[in-house]
Each structure stands twice: as C-alpha cells, then as structure tokens.
C-alpha cells in the first residue's frame, strides 16, 4: 500500500513542495543545533553587515544580520549587541577568479554559523550568547552534543569585551 | 485656482513625505549618475550573491543583488542574467583584523557600483547593462559625464561571454 499511499499524494506532494518560500522549506529540512538552536529561516537573505578573508585558513566570509543585529549595527549599537540579534557568518573555501586571477572568491560552501544574543536565556554560558553551527551544503549540524558551544566561546575569548564579537560592521553611507 | 488645489491636498502631501522608509529618503539625497541612473532604494538590504579579495587593489568586496538578482542568481540564470537584474558591489579598503590580524576585513569604504540589466534599454552601449558607480561616504556620483559607461565597460570585456559580470554566485545551500 506504500505505493499506492505515494501515488495518492503524488501531486499534491510536489505542489507542496513547490508552494513554500525557500526560507521556510530549508528551516524545515534542517536539524537543529546539539543545544537545540534551531536554523534561522531566511539568513540568505539577511543584509551584509561586514566580510573577511581569512588568510591562516584560505576562507572568505560574509558576515550577515537579521533585523535587530543590522538595525544595531547602523546605529552603532553593538558592546554590547541588543537581545534579539543574531549574527550569521557565511564561509567558503577561497579560490583564485578565473577571469580576474588577483581576485580571490569563495569556491566550496564550508558552513554557515550564528550568534543569538539573548543576556537572560544565555546567561548560562558565560556570554549572554547562543551558539550554533551548519556545515557544508546539506547543513549538519555542529557539534557532539550540547557541550559544542565551549568550542565557539574558546575561540572568541580574545573578544570577550566586544561583547564576544570578531565582527567591527562595515563602514557604509 | 491652483493654490487652492494644492491647499486642499497639502496635508496628504505631508503625510507622504514623511512616511517613506530610510530607503526612499537616502535615495533623494544622493544625485544620480552622469547617465541618469539613480541609486537603488534599499541596496543595503539587499541579499549576498558572492564576495571577493582584490589582492591588486586591497579591496575587499561583497556582491549584493536587487529580489530579481538573488532570484536568477539561485536559480542559476545567469547567462544571460533576467531583464530587472540589478547587481550591487560595496567595495571597502582592506584592514588587518586587530582582533585576529590573519583576517583581512573591510576599513573605509571606497564606493558602490551597479550593473542594471535591461537588454532593451541599454543595447545602446553594446552590452545591455546600464552602470554606475557613487563613490565614498558621501556617495559622489563617478564619472565627469555620460561617457563614463565605457570606462566600466572596458574593464568588464575580459567577462563579455559572462553576460559582462565578473561575480559567479558563490554556492549557499
């Protein structure tokens, strides 16, 4: 009866599948976070808020904002960031541009991760932030277990009094 | 009778002066390009499609795309890109991190530059895309007059095959 069940809704299931935004269907299909951080629907379309090209690593970054986080980081609000932004960090492997070779330009897809200021709610860890992480194109999440974000907080000790925070916004008009 | 007219409907006039978003307002105060090509409303909104290190220039750049650029740009048309297509890049001089001096971020800004699609309405200058460029903070219109297209142009014609665009969409799940 599985092939009949599938046939039945055949159609309808494609349509569904069609019908949603791109951002909620991918919040759908992604697992959350070890420490049940789930992934924020619609961060490709978030606005830039700064980049890097990290050279101890070959990586280029892209750092995105959701409202809150862009709204702070215009107005200079960010030590520390107000509850509610999340930042997000899109990072792939660097290549050389074939058509410009002194350009260099993201190639792989490495992963995507994100800081989710909230004082209260992250109290617990020490840095007033949640953690999380994808990896790769079909965006596993991070980590072991719950304990993964120690990893996050060990790297971003240098920037304990910028609010935990590498990222300085992009000077913009 | 026109003062009445206009007396009559000076309220409302008010009223939508006042109402538009940050977008609109930064619009009017920036002045077009010699060739009459206005800034794009909201740009600093608009979705990543890739990002790049000029290690010529010491530039880093993200590339930026208008909803009909992201739209082509995950779709994977891009060959030629869709009429409406509007491509932005915010260009920044390079900055070692002082939090992390391997990571290479963005210091002053330099400009923003767009390319606006519209085979039809730009198959004048042989490419189908209209160009401009407003340089620095106070964002200066580029170029002494119309002609300054060609310049851009010039540049870009090592990519003619790739519909005049450098960025290839960088790979996002």
Partial sequence: MRTGVFSAFGISAVLAVAAPSAAASETSAVKAAPNGI???????????????HRV??????????????VRAAREGHTNPWPDGA?????VW??????????????A????????????AKYAGNGTG???ARWVGMDQTPYGKDA??????????TPV???????TLPAQLP
């Fill in 147 to 156: 304990g993964f974000g120690q990893e996050c907080i060990a790297c971003h």
């Fill in 86 to 90: 999340i930042l997000g960090k899109l």
């Fill in 56 to 69: 101890d690593n070959n990586t280029l970054r892209v750092i995105v904002g959701n409202d809150v986080a």
């Fill in 38 to 52: 789930e992934l924020p629907a619609g961060y490709k379309d978030w606005p830039v808020i700064s980049s890097s």
């Fill in 93 to 106: 492997k660097e290549a050389a541009k074939d058509s410009w070779p002194k350009a260099i330009a993201p």
């Fill in 108 to 119: 792989e897809f490495v992963h995507a991760e994100f800081m989710f200021k909230d004082a």
């Fill in 160 to 166: 304990k009094a910028n609010d935990w925070v590498f």
């Fill in 129 to 131: 932030w949640g953690w």
